[in-house]
């Protein structure tokens, strides 16, 4: 396959310059005391980024939209001559694009960063990167995720380590069977995921076809375990508590968000009356939701998209736990940087849907892997990616 | 003055194998991969300690109990020449000693650490710690303490960057007078401390001993804004809530405990009637007590030998600030290492009474500076602290 199209090469470009800054600063950098960091230069907190779109292997269809691709943006974080790489990603229904990301990100780099001259500043820097606007989860998340995989780097830690988590306590993740109109299609995808440990599946697209999409995914995979995601596609109560029965009898484990987002009510009353977890995603973006829906759902899925990052979703599992709920780590159309990123938190998981950069076909980077399901974390700082498009391009390039 | 009895020979002993421990592993340590952890060889997380006991300045009263020193733990673990220090306060009347803490660090090294070869370990390591027994918390926070001093270590950073606290957020301590008998020792006491830029008073000794107290110190410093620590010691709560008013017409802008610690509601009705906040510290010793006194006082007072240690004061202060209740890092009498760990999560605390090294005259150790009452924080990895009398008892023996 030959990748060498502009945007490709642009890439090539912005991942190149990245490592020749950090190749460049590896024997400066040595020369200080060892583990502290290195105050070389100080040439200030550098933040570049770059559009890219993320190619869906499928159609993804959920309750509301289909599409074939994701915008999102990379971003990449530069400091005394390490760098950090970050990542947003906008399904269009939550309303970010290219567009609000490029502004956000100027006003971070003119406003917020020039006043900085230390990365490690994560809970200065992050605050008042939040206070710009509000909103702009991804772009927020994009920032986040790059300072962390920079101070990682600088610490020659992952932040698995840095957090004192045991990466053997990591979930295994489940696959996304996207809704699909097609029978075939819905075998199709079935048969290619029937390695998998967990099955999720989009369903609220109405009684007869989520029923069917449940049979079909039986016929191929019978006994593998279902997570649910409603995406608050139910819009009955007494409907929503009689699948969550019907579900269950059928191999389900969970349910996230039966009924609408705002509708506390009614989720806590499927969460009463339902014998599997129901578990919180739209009702639950940020920190302060977990307050609002305590009571209402017994666990919450936190993605770094939603929550703006790994600083405030690290403080969701605490939180979390704390009030005696579960934590499912989850993710959008992603790729490898920001699904690494939200590997690091997976240990203190119970539940992990973190398949995002499985589900494209042109993902740039490489990083959390999976070993017959269940999330590895390896010994690479930071947020735990390489960058093999590097190597990949070169190589593609030269046929 | 000369040090060198028989518990400062083996104290200087236990510094001295450290510091050698240290030195003579800092060569090796650089070979590999700069910044990250060197396996150069794997002895094992090895964990020591020592009893100590501190000589306080005053004899230190509050509400119940008078005494003139403190018996202390002081920890160390050492994992591939690179040493962490810990400490264990135990104030009589909580429960712990010399031999609890011996009994139970006991336990650790035997049935702990033995099945651990990495002290990045924190989460499991002080799972298990804690799962040993109930209470003990001194004796885990010694564990906690010193693990946390090792790895910051590890990673060449202290424990407020690692988290990306900002230092020039840190509060200004309060400086204790305790209750005395004796009018003139008050004023000296108050007269020592007139610099201060908070004053804490120990009341719950009676109303006219209590206003005594008051007046007293009013004649030497008619303005200082005064903490006041009721220590459970008021019964009832109208009359709680009356002093409230009173010493909020003092200048003192907030009280600690005013009723029992189990009086959830007695507390409660206080908050709800102080013009200035009200603090839980005996009602708050640990995370799990949060939940329980969320919405009875204002802000909890986070001391590490109450929540066994800074990992879970970390969280503390995550849920608390999630809950909006305000936090205060709060001490025992201990020596400047147990004070240092404390002033790591200083910069989220809005306030902050660690004297605890202050009002002792023999602490072996040096950390945590005051600047115009001020808590800085340095560049020291772990938890921040040198140890002194690795020079001055050399120099005291030289006499």
Not at 28 to 40: D, E, I, K, W, Y
Not at 98 to 118: A, Q, T, Y
Not at 143 to 150: E, F, K, T
Request: proline fraction near 5%; hydrophobic fraction near 40%; aromatic fraction near 8%.
């Amino acid at each position: 396959m030959i990748l060498c199209n502009f945007a490709d090469m642009k890439r090539r470009k912005f991942i190149l310059d990245s490592a020749l800054l950090t190749a460049g600063a590896a024997v400066s950098a040595h020369l200080p005391v060892m583990g502290a960091v290195r105050h070389v230069s100080s040439p200030g907190i550098r933040l570049e980024w770059e559009n890219f779109t993320a190619r869906m292997k499928y159609t993804f269809t959920i309750s509301g939209s289909s599409r074939t691709s994701t915008p999102i943006v990379l971003t990449r974080i530069t400091w005394n001559g390490e760098t950090g790489y970050g990542e947003a990603s906008m399904p269009p229904y939550l309303g970010e694009s290219h567009e609000s990301v490029d502004l956000f990100l100027k006003k971070v780099r003119e406003d917020v960063l020039p006043r900085f001259d230390d990365p490690f500043r994560l809970d200065a820097i992050l605050r008042e990167t939040d206070d710009i606007a509000e909103g702009n989860n991804a772009a927020k998340a994009s920032v986040d995720i790059a300072l962390h995989d920079l101070v990682g780097k600088l610490l020659g830690q992952p932040w698995w380590r840095i957090w004192g988590y045991s990466p053997e306590n990591t979930p295994c993740t489940c696959y996304t069977i996207g809704y699909d109109e097609s029978d075939d299609i819905v075998r199709q995808k079935t048969a290619e995921a029937s390695g998998s440990r967990f099955l999720k599946v989009k369903l609220g697209q109405g009684d007869a076809r989520d029923r069917r999409m449940i049979r079909l995914i039986r016929e191929v995979c019978p006994r593998t375990p279902l997570f649910i995601d409603a995406n608050q596609g139910w819009k009955d109560r007494v409907y929503a508590s009689e699948m969550a029965g019907w579900l269950a009898e059928q191999g389900a484990v969970l349910i996230e968000q039966p009924m609408a987002r705002d509708d506390i009510e009614g989720n806590g009353y499927v969460t009463s009356r339902s014998p599997i977890p129901v578990v919180a995603d739209e009702s639950c973006r940020r920190l302060k939701d977990i307050r609002n829906i305590y009571g209402a759902f017994d666990a919450i899925n936190i993605k770094l998209m939603k929550c703006t990052g790994l600083r405030e979703g690290h403080e969701m599992v605490t939180l979390a736990h704390s009030l005696g709920m579960d934590t499912m780590i989850g993710c959008m159309t992603e790729t490898s940087v920001a699904i690494s990123a939200a590997a690091q938190l997976s240990p203190k998981m119970r539940w992990a849907d973190l398949d995002g950069n499985i589900l494209i076909s042109n993902d740039p980077f490489s990083g959390m892997k999976l070993v017959d399901g269940r999330i590895t974390l390896g010994m690479l700082p930071g947020i735990g990616v390489s960058d093999r498009l590097y190597g990949s391009v070169q190589d593609n390039c030269a046929q």
